[in-house]
């Protein structure tokens, strides 16, 4: 219903989803492939802190990739009641994630981002597979910005991204802002 708090239940899915992708694969190298992915019923969650991936925020290693869908962009709802100048996904990856089928209200909460990609200097695995990220088939709404990409200077690059079929309203800096800070 949008006025519960549901950040601790989606952080507590995102940390389970990772756990288990880990097990058996200690080394996290190339010769292990394992595709997971949280699915959210269609409701309006109520998010108040920034979500993170494990490890810093890290969605990729090796050959693994983490996938967030919705079961339908005008149906599935997360609404932002966090702190101003704050993402509600935060996410440092070299490929593989992807996020479908939902919907990031920040309502108009000053600076709100909904996701926020970032390679930075703390996790720079980078992996030659192909696999990229994906956000597609969402709705970014009363937002500063609806999607964020950065690089740190000190890395200097940042695995493929694409952004697809997504709808950006009412977002007061950018639907979508790539930054290069080198």
Avoid at 46 to 71: M, V
Avoid at 90 to 105: A, E, K
Wanted: charged letters at 15%; one cysteine or more; hydrophobic letters at 30%.
């Amino acid at each position: 219903t949008g006025t519960t708090d549901s950040t601790t239940a989606f952080q507590n899915m995102i940390n389970d989803i990772w756990l288990a992708k880990t097990i058996g694969n200690p080394i996290y190298d190339n010769t292990y492939y394992q595709v997971t992915a949280g699915f959210i019923p269609s409701g309006t969650y109520l998010i108040s802190q920034t979500l993170y991936w494990p490890g810093q925020g890290l969605g990729y290693i090796g050959n693994h990739t983490f996938s967030l869908y919705g079961q339908d962009p005008t149906t599935t709802i997360l609404k932002w009641a966090g702190p101003i100048y704050t993402p509600m996904i935060w996410f440092s990856t070299g490929g593989g994630t992807s996020f479908s089928r939902l919907t990031f209200d920040g309502q108009n909460i000053a600076g709100s981002e909904g996701i926020r990609c970032e390679w930075s200097q703390a996790t720079p695995n980078y992996s030659n597979n192909g696999d990229e990220s994906r956000i597609q088939d969402c709705i970014f709404k009363d937002l500063a910005y609806g999607i964020r990409r950065s690089i740190v200077a000190s890395v200097g690059y940042f695995r493929d991204i694409s952004i697809l079929r997504n709808r950006f309203y009412r977002c007061s800096s950018y639907g979508v802002y790539l930054q290069d800070s080198s």
